[in-house]
């Protein structure tokens, strides 16, 4: 796992709106720090279908803590 949410952010500035896009989008949020624009994508993402959504919006809850 390289992290490299700037090369990330590239790929998905291309990827469209689709909900594993937005999904990604809001773990690469977390991963930055940026814990809002995270909660605000990542529960979009789960109210679209992508389950992995809830995990990772716990996650971001336990952390945030």
Same mark, same amino acid.
């Given at each position: 796992l390289r992290r490299d949410t700037a090369a990330a952010a590239r790929y !998905?500035? =291309?990827a469209g709106d689709s909900p *594993? $896009?937005?999904y990604t989008r809001g773990v690469c +949020? +977390?991963?930055d720090g940026d814990h809002d624009t995270a909660q605000r994508l990542l529960t979009s993402a *789960? $109210? $679209?279908?992508v389950a992995e959504a809830a995990a990772a !919006? +716990?996650?971001l809850? =336990?952390?945030s803590r």
């Open positions: !998905l500035s =291309r *594993q $896009a937005t +949020a +977390a991963i *789960q $109210a $679209a279908g !919006l +716990a996650e809850e =336990r952390v």
